[in-house]
T-cell receptor
Framework: RKEVEQDPGPFNVPEGATVAFNCTYSNSASQSFFWYRQDCRKEPKLLMSVYSSGNEDGRFTAQLNRASQYISLLIRDSKLSDSATYLCVVLSSGTYKYIFGTGTRLKVLA | GAVVSQHPSWVICKSGTSVKIECRSLDFQATTMFWYRQFPKQSLMLMATSNEGSKATYEQGVEKDKFLINHASLTLSTLTVTSAHPEDSSFYIC???????????FGDGTRLSIL
């Protein structure tokens, strides 16, 4: 089993739709979680950290479920510019290295 | 804030050449920098972790004599691909963070093509 698992997609959604991605992790000791977005042939950019109580940044909401060991990202009112690959990242406890999911590809259609 | 600059963005050179890539944290002190490689349609693969003033820690399967890493200051790390061959062609990305649990911030990446 992979340490961090994501559905690779692609998710094709119309503009204005709400879309949600889940990501599961295997190490229950993991403490820090992040969502990054990566555009084609570009570097990953931090979208948001994921906090235990859940957090929101504009149209984006991140949640953490420790009991079930998953994190989620919800995007409301999708824009064409949201088309990208969304990377789920778990910080390895002890080594502080990033463990990446494979990424979920989102395509927002006009 | 949290800007990481990577240079050069593109390199095209002949087989056997050594290529140096620089990674700079512009507005924070990076105690740790990471070097990744990414092949098309694949996830980032960690190559090595470098801490300022000490030797880099390489991931399994990454040749330290092939990929020389220097982290001489809190704002600069360099990766030198020595005697590069076509199979070294890839997208190389650095990242930096200032403490263990803080998020990493990525450089723009360097696209390396070896002919």
């Amino acid at each position: 089993r992979k340490e961090v698992e994501q559905d690779p997609g692609p998710f094709n959604v119309p503009e204005g739709a709400t879309v949600a991605f889940n990501c599961t992790y295997s190490n229950s000791a993991s403490q820090s979680f992040f969502w990054y977005r990566q555009d084609c042939r570009k570097e990953p950019k931090l979208l948001m950290s994921v906090y235990s109580s859940g957090n929101e940044d504009g149209r984006f909401t991140a949640q953490l479920n420790r009991a079930s060991q998953y994190i989620s990202l919800l995007i409301r009112d999708s824009k064409l510019s949201d088309s990208a690959t969304y990377l789920c990242v778990v910080l390895s406890s002890g080594t502080y290295k990033y463990i990446f999911g494979t990424g979920t590809r989102l395509k927002v259609l006009a | 804030g949290a800007v990481v600059s990577q240079h050069p963005s593109w390199v095209i050179c002949k087989s056997g050449t050594s290529v140096k890539i620089e990674c700079r944290s512009l507005d924070f002190q990076a105690t740790t920098m990471f070097w990744y490689r990414q092949f098309p349609k694949q996830s980032l693969m960690l190559m090595a972790t470098s801490n300022e003033g000490s030797k880099a820690t390489y991931e399994q399967g990454v040749e330290k004599d092939k990929f020389l890493i220097n982290h001489a200051s809190l704002t600069l790390s360099t990766l030198t691909v020595t005697s590069a061959h076509p199979e070294d062609s890839s997208f190389y990305i650095c990242s930096a963070r200032d403490s263990g649990i803080q998020p990493q911030h990525f450089g723009d990446g360097t696209r390396l093509s070896i002919l």
